[in-house]
């Protein structure tokens, strides 16, 4: 079977919690399935002017997330998606230390998730280490625009909307070398219905960029009720790890990003019990993680 690699959510958002998944994963291999291993981790520190997708909270030192990146062998990703830049944000010191970090740390590469063309050109040029990740945030509904975006050199892998997870006639036309660059986003909750997407990243630009923007109120139909994964999986663009075994590894797929940056540690665990961890271990996975005999709820 081939391998299906993971980019988890919340490198700097979650540092805590990967110190203790990451030594679990390597020693107790047993606990997950052999068909699955984890191709990055992704987010960004809190207050980052190239960030996009989310607000980052991220309060994590760069180095010590970097050191426990190369520990592992995991490669790291910048989340800069931002969609608003302009020329004058490019001069941004820590972003560009942050790059320059990431760039020059030898070992794994490492790469950033991007939205804008400015910020892509200028990034190649000062840091050619760097891979380069084409950001959902891009909202690629259309095929075509999917393909076109596939077939462009300067992106490892290109994440398209939800929307299209789906679309097995297209997918499967797809060649092998164009398959190989999909990254599909698996456990979104937004409304497959929404066409206010774009808006809502344009949003967190803003917000990052400290410009001053009314709140984005989201129009889904239960969209007070905020994430739930029980609900995500009722979502018709909801990839589950049955689907990912039986559906998409045996098309020629192989890359799955897991969404939660936003979320919390404990939902975060959640998504890698469901999507990495054999059901008869998950109870062993808790109990190593935070699950105690001492252990109150209320």
Sequence with gaps: MNTAYFHLPGLF???ELYRVFLPLFREHREYFFDWCEIGSIYGAPA?????GGRAGFGEASPRDVLALMQEYGISARLTFSNSLL???HLSDRKCNALCRLFAESGGVQ?????????????????????YFVSSTTKVLTDFRELKS???????????????LNRQ??????LTQAQKDKVEFLCNECCWFGCTDRKRCYETVSRMNLGAACPEHRCAAPDADGGYRFSKAMKNPGFIGV???EDIYLPMGFSQFKIEGRSLGSALVLEFLLHYMTRPEYQLNVREEIYLDNTLDLF
Aim: glycine fraction near 4%; aromatic fraction near 16%.
């Design 168 to 173: 097995f006639d297209a997918l499967s036309a």
């Design 86 to 88: 302009r020329e004058e």
């Design 47 to 51: 207050d980052c002017l190239w960030g």
């Design 13 to 15: 958002e979650f540092y």
């Design 149 to 163: 975006e596939l077939d462009r050199a300067d992106f490892r892998y290109v994440v398209p909307d939800f929307r």
């Design 110 to 130: 490492n790469g950033v998730i991007v939205h804008s063309d400015l910020l892509l050109e200028y990034l190649a040029q000062r840091w050619p280490d760097l």
């Design 242 to 244: 049955r689907d990912i």
